[in-house]
């Protein structure tokens, strides 16, 4: 079958750094994606992984490790504005993408 | 305006009523997408078209319909609508040849059936 499965909501601290983490069992796999969706808006693209590592862009970076079908989104300097559900979707194939159903992370001042 | 737009972005109808859903972009994307999302759900496909002419189904097709006799236009028809059809519809499009491949898309359409 295929799942993808994340942490339903986390909390933490302005300024403070956290992991999202994104686990996946598909049948075929052709990059991984996080989207950030803040509340009533539309999913909006963050990053993308298709080889092993680590991507980096500004204040977020996204790891990919496709032998253990894990992912993770990292947040460093949380603002208030990151307050938002993220996303991780599979690409599977040309044109199917499997999404999590988001983890919503609320960030304190 | 570039973009993706959707209309309308609010809608209340009756059951077994017809309801179409717009879903207009001007970046000339060959691949358009419709989702619905749902608590407890992520983002589940609906239809998916690679061009103009070429449509096919996701994960959750039955009772909508799909067509796209433009690029630039890819409309979701609820035929007869049901209860379980109260959703939030989110239209999606991407381009065919230049990577990652991410989609870009429209601001949603909140459409409750009663």
């Known amino acids: 079958g295929q799942n993808i499965d994340q942490p339903t909501e986390m909390t933490a601290t302005e300024g403070a750094i956290v992991q999202i983490n994104c686990t996946y069992q598909t049948s075929g796999f052709n990059g991984l994606f996080w989207y950030q969706q803040h509340a009533g808006e539309a999913p909006t693209f963050l990053s993308y992984n298709v080889l092993d590592g680590l991507e980096e862009k500004g204040r977020f970076s996204s790891f990919l490790s496709r032998s253990k079908g894990y992912s993770y989104l990292l947040l460093k300097e949380l603002q208030m504005k990151d307050s938002a559900s993220y996303l991780c979707?599979?690409?599977?194939?040309?044109?199917?993408?499997?999404f999590g159903t988001g983890t919503r992370l609320k960030v304190l001042a | 305006d570039a973009g993706i737009t959707q209309s309308p972005r609010y809608k209340i109808t009756e059951t077994g009523r017809q309801v179409t859903l717009m879903c207009h972009q001007t970046w000339s994307h060959s691949y358009m997408f419709w989702y619905r999302q749902d608590l407890g759900h992520g983002l589940r496909l609906i239809y998916y078209?690679?061009?103009?002419?070429?449509?096919d189904k996701g994960e959750v097709p039955d009772g909508y319909v799909v067509s796209r006799s433009k690029t630039e236009n890819f409309p979701l028809t609820l035929e007869s609508a049901t209860r379980s059809q109260t959703s939030v519809y989110f239209c999606?499009?991407?381009?065919?040849?230049?990577?990652?491949?991410?989609?870009?898309f429209g601001p949603g359409t909140r459409l409750t059936v009663t």
């Open positions: 078209s690679a061009a103009a002419d070429i449509t």
């Open positions: 979707a599979v690409r599977k194939g040309t044109y199917k993408y499997i």
């Open positions: 999606a499009s991407r381009t065919r040849d230049r990577g990652p491949y991410e989609q870009y």
